[in-house]
């Protein structure tokens, strides 16, 4: 309970929020003291140092899997107390009343004397939280908020500790291999295979009705993930620390601190009186622009200061990031703050543990990967790319030997982090006596084309949208988001002669950054007002056009970007059309839209009415397409990670970007398109459509059968 205040921000937090954190928190205590009362924690601690042992042996076993290694193990200690022990989940409902309570509690008895900043106030206990309402999204909500002297006392306090939950950090040793759905990743924290939405249990449902043996595929992959060992790149780490408690800098995403927010004026009612109407409402928009810009600094700061706590409280470690999964499929580490989905500050800090020599093709694959991390030569091949990084060595070098006082060239790359990091790098192995046997910890990315065209694209056989995302083999890359820009511009030039004012005004403006958010959206169910939105926000960060035109030129764009991938991808809009089709008709029938990915897991859409419990038609229609594509592409994810462990390389994913060391990357490319073949060589839409039909067929016999019961 204290440690929930000292992190409530100044601002408050939604009573929800505050009551399931720590409902979440007693759950987690409780279910570790049953473990430790049921003598579970002493078996636990040899079946774990024996499998770790194993794990620790130089020569590697790419035949057998770590959820194979840990059978055996666990076979060897039958006898004792079951591992998996009572893995009951308490209600949500529960979880919620006792988080509920203990708040309340918070809130009555935790007080502090009034004058314990100020003598010349009455000395009075005062409450240190106060119960309060708002509104969001035309819903009144509870409000937990300190007050101001609780805020100001953690501000001036000398305390600079951070306290964090073992379960919200990185693991200092290998994570416990999913063997189940329910039991894995960590030693003593109960985790769930699966993250569902809360009140949604249809996922855990499915799960229980599955053979463990169906899900193997899933949890090897998940394993794969998680045994990924990694380390600070402390030289980078010492820059950023440096920056951030040096004031920040936006530019490089190094949040400033409050005192380089804006001053929030105050006006008397006596000032106030000497404006005009229109002079007090600029007053207050002004006011309440800088109010939400202090909020926004203060909680980018916060999160800065946690993710680089966490780092610099690592630096000297090896460790871990077990994984989970979402209902689609997709694949998080366990750790929220601090892991390799972050931002491009923490993915620069992140390197693998494990090195490896360069071998004969890592270098050029380094130099590749920092162009790719500018932005630049988006169109070039892997040839031209090369040739562009050996031209500019002596930027790379400057860059790595004079980060902050140099040319800066790597302060303008896309991800300039990263790219510092591999000019580093690059600059290490080139100074090496042989960079072919220089040790490389550095992984490299290899990201794929608007991956969920892609799949649109392989399913519907589309060879002209196949050929823009780099399906087919061409002689130069295919950047689809520079061919829809390109494709966006003639319609525009076009409609620019017939005296379209709009158009006009656009001339010189439509670039691939504008588009490419909408272009890689579409694919994920964004609408045409969402679209607008993203362009829209695009534009207002081109400081040379004309602000009072914004709406205008991004309700005209996002028309013509939806035109351009109608007539790029002819296939893609079929296929959304008929998933789309198919989930409206299974949800107004009563029913749940669910679906079984190839490598077997079950999913189930949790979208219900929150009243009548009835699946809501709207989102199961508007997110089936979106969900169906993330869960091929996430399936495409665990088969790569799956061969990947075969071959015996390190391999990590942010999704459909895959990272491995310099020396393997042609080997995780030949698997990654390999898979994907193999993937999409099956009859996915057909099969799919025999398991709607089938499960629709049986859940409206069912509802036949319990009318016909009534009846009677």
């Known amino acids: 309970m204290i440690q929930s205040l000292s992190n409530l921000p100044p601002s408050g937090e939604s009573l929800h929020i505050l009551a399931k954190e720590l409902g979440n928190r007693v759950h987690n205590k409780f279910c570790i003291r049953m473990k430790s009362h049921n003598q579970m924690v002493g078996k636990l601690s040899h079946i774990y140092n024996e499998y770790a042992e194993l794990l620790a042996k130089d020569s590697k076993e790419f035949d057998v899997l770590p959820r194979e290694r840990w059978w055996k193990v666990e076979a060897e200690h039958s006898s004792g107390p079951s591992l998996l022990g009572d893995n009951t989940q308490w209600p949500h409902t529960v979880v919620m009343e006792l988080g509920t309570y203990l708040v309340d509690l918070m809130v009555k008895h935790m007080k502090v004397n009034s004058d314990i900043l100020s003598p010349a106030y009455d000395r009075k206990f005062i409450p240190v939280l106060y119960h309060m309402y708002t509104f969001r999204s035309n819903k009144q909500v509870g409000f937990i908020k300190p007050h101001p002297i609780l805020t100001q006392m953690q501000q001036?306090?000398?305390?600079?500790?951070?306290?964090?939950?073992?379960?919200?950090?990185?693991?200092?040793?290998?994570?416990?291999?999913?063997?189940?759905?329910?039991?894995?990743?960590?030693?003593?924290?109960?985790?769930?295979?699966?993250?569902?939405?809360?009140?949604a249990n249809q996922h855990?449902?499915?799960?229980?009705?599955?053979?463990?043996?169906?899900?193997?595929?899933?949890?090897?992959?998940?394993?794969?993930?998680?045994?990924?060992?990694?380390?600070?790149?402390?030289?980078?780490?010492?820059?950023?620390?440096?920056?951030?408690?040096?004031?920040?800098?936006?530019?490089?995403?190094?949040?400033?601190?409050?005192?380089?927010?804006?001053?929030?004026?105050?006006?008397?009612?006596?000032?106030?009186?000497?404006?005009?109407?229109?002079?007090?409402?600029?007053?207050?928009?002004?006011?309440?622009?800088?109010?939400?810009k202090c909020s926004e600094m203060h909680s980018l700061r916060m999160d800065a200061l946690y993710k680089l706590s966490i780092a610099n409280h690592m630096r000297d470690e090896v460790f871990w990031f077990p994984h989970n999964m979402d209902f689609r499929g997709r694949t998080y580490p366990c750790p929220p703050y601090?892991?390799?989905?972050?931002?491009?500050?923490?993915?620069?800090?992140?390197?693998?543990?494990?090195?490896?020599?360069?071998?004969?093709?890592?270098?050029?694959?380094?130099?590749?990967?920092?162009?790719?991390?500018?932005?630049?030569?988006?169109?070039?091949?892997?040839?031209?790319?090369?040739?562009?990084?050996?031209?500019?060595?002596?930027?790379?070098?400057?860059?790595?030997?004079?980060?902050?006082?140099?040319?800066?060239?790597?302060?303008?790359?896309?991800?300039?982090?990263?790219?510092?990091?591999?000019?580093?790098?690059?600059?290490?192995?080139?100074?090496?006596?042989?960079?072919?046997?220089?040790?490389?910890?550095?992984?490299?990315?290899?990201?794929?084309?608007?991956?969920?065209?892609?799949?649109?694209?392989?399913?519907?056989?589309?060879?002209?949208?196949?050929?823009?995302?780099?399906?087919?083999?061409?002689?130069?890359?295919?950047?689809?988001?520079?061919?829809?820009?390109q494709q966006v511009e003639e319609f525009r030039a076009r409609d620019s002669e017939k005296g379209l004012k709009i158009a006009q005004v656009l001339e010189g403006f439509i670039s691939r950054k504008v588009v490419k958010q909408t272009v890689m959206t579409v694919v994920y169910g964004v609408t045409r007002y969402g679209g607008r939105l993203q362009i829209e926000k695009r534009l207002k960060e081109v400081d040379d056009f004309p602000k009072e035109y914004i709406w205008d030129a991004s309700h005209y764009l996002v028309q013509q970007v939806f035109s351009s991938l109608k007539e790029m991808f002819t296939g893609t809009r079929e296929i959304q059309d008929w998933l789309t089709e198919s989930a409206r008709l299974i949800a107004k029938s009563g029913n749940t839209v669910e679906w079984v990915t190839p490598l077997g897991l079950p999913i189930i859409q949790p979208y219900h009415r929150t009243r009548t419990q009835m699946p809501d038609t709207v989102k199961q229609k508007n997110a089936f397409p979106p969900n169906f594509i993330h869960s091929l592409d996430s399936t495409h994810m665990m088969l790569t990670a799956l061969y990947c462990y075969s071959a015996g390389l390190t391999f990590v994913s942010v999704h459909d970007c895959f990272w491995t060391h310099a020396l393997t990357v042609d080997t995780m490319n030949k698997v990654c398109?390999?898979?994907?073949?193999?993937?999409?060589?099956?009859?996915?839409?057909?099969?799919?459509?025999?398991?709607?039909?089938?499960?629709?067929?049986?859940?409206?016999?069912?509802?036949?059968?319990?009318?016909?019961?009534?009846?009677?």
Request: aromatic share 6%; glycine share 6%; net charge neutral.
């Open 204 to 292: 855990e449902i499915l799960l229980e009705k599955c053979q463990d043996a169906d899900l193997h595929a899933v949890l090897d992959s998940l394993n794969q993930l998680g045994n990924a060992a990694w380390r600070i790149n402390q030289p980078l780490l010492d820059i950023i620390i440096s920056i951030f408690n040096d004031k920040g800098n936006e530019k490089l995403d190094v949040p400033p601190p409050n005192s380089e927010a804006p001053k929030i004026l105050r006006y008397s009612q006596q000032d106030l009186a000497t404006y005009s109407s229109a002079e007090k409402a600029h007053l207050k928009r002004e006011l309440v622009k800088a109010k939400k």
């Open 338 to 485: 601090f892991n390799h989905l972050g931002s491009d500050v923490t993915r620069a800090i992140l390197v693998f543990a494990e090195g490896k020599p360069l071998g004969p093709g890592g270098l050029k694959w380094l130099k590749i990967h920092l162009v790719n991390l500018t932005g630049l030569k988006k169109r070039s091949s892997l040839a031209g790319r090369l040739e562009y990084a050996n031209t500019i060595m002596d930027d790379i070098l400057d860059s790595a030997d004079n980060p902050l006082n140099g040319k800066k060239w790597w302060q303008n790359a896309d991800e300039p982090w990263q790219a510092l990091a591999c000019c580093m790098e690059i600059a290490n192995a080139v100074r090496s006596p042989d960079p072919t046997h220089f040790i490389s910890h550095f992984p490299v990315h290899q990201d794929g084309s608007c991956n969920g065209l892609q799949h649109y694209a392989a399913l519907g056989r589309d060879v002209i949208g196949a050929t823009s995302v780099n399906l087919i083999p061409c002689e130069v890359p295919q950047d689809v988001y520079s061919g829809v820009a």
């Open 156 to 199: 001036d306090a000398m305390e600079t500790t951070l306290t964090f939950d073992s379960y919200v950090m990185p693991m200092l040793c290998p994570p416990v291999p999913w063997t189940s759905a329910k039991f894995g990743a960590y030693l003593l924290t109960p985790t769930k295979m699966m993250r569902t939405v809360v009140g």
């Open 673 to 712: 398109r390999e898979q994907f073949v193999a993937l999409h060589s099956q009859p996915i839409l057909q099969e799919l459509s025999n398991f709607l039909l089938h499960v629709c067929i049986k859940q409206l016999s069912q509802t036949k059968e319990s009318r016909r019961l009534i009846l009677k």
